[in-house]
Nanobody, 116 residues
C-alpha cells in the first residue's frame, strides 16, 4: 500500500516563505513523474511544479521565480518564497508510477494560508 505523506504548510505573511515536503511510503517500482498541484475551494486543481521523466523541472507561470522544486528518490520538496495572498490553497503532491496503465498517487493535501 503506497501512501504519500505531506508535511509543512501552515500560515505566512505576504512575502514570507514556507516549505512543503512529500515522501512515499510503500513500494513504487518506478516513478514516471512527480510534483505538486494546488486547489482553491470552488476551483479546479492547478498544476504548479514538477519533474518529468527526463529529469526536467518546470513551473506554472503563476509561481515561476518564486517557488523551487526539488526531488529525490521517493520524496520531493517545494519551497514557497515571496508568498502572495493568492497562493492560499490546499497543496497536493503526486507521484505517477510508470506502470501500465500509469497510476497516480496523491498526498492528503496540506493547507497554505497567506494573510497579513
Amino acid at each position: 500500500q503506497v501512501q504519500l505523506v505531506e508535511s509543512g504548510g501552515g500560515s505566512a505573511q505576504p512575502g514570507g516563505s514556507l516549505r512543503l515536503s512529500c515522501a512515499a511510503s510503500g513500494t513504487i517500482f518506478s516513478i514516471y513523474d512527480q510534483g505538486w498541484y494546488r486547489q482553491v475551494p470552488g476551483s479546479q486543481r492547478e498544476w504548479i511544479a514538477g519533474i518529468s521523466s527526463d529529469g526536467s523541472i518546470d513551473y506554472a507561470d503563476s509561481v515561476k521565480g518564486r517557488f523551487t522544486f526539488s526531488a529525490g528518490p521517493r520524496k520531493n520538496t517545494l519551497y514557497l518564497n515571496s508568498l502572495r495572498v493568492d497562493d492560499t490553497a490546499v497543496y497536493y503532491c503526486y507521484m505517477r508510477e510508470a506502470s501500465e496503465p500509469p497510476h497516480t498517487y496523491w498526498g492528503q493535501g496540506t493547507q497554505v494560508t497567506v494573510r497579513q
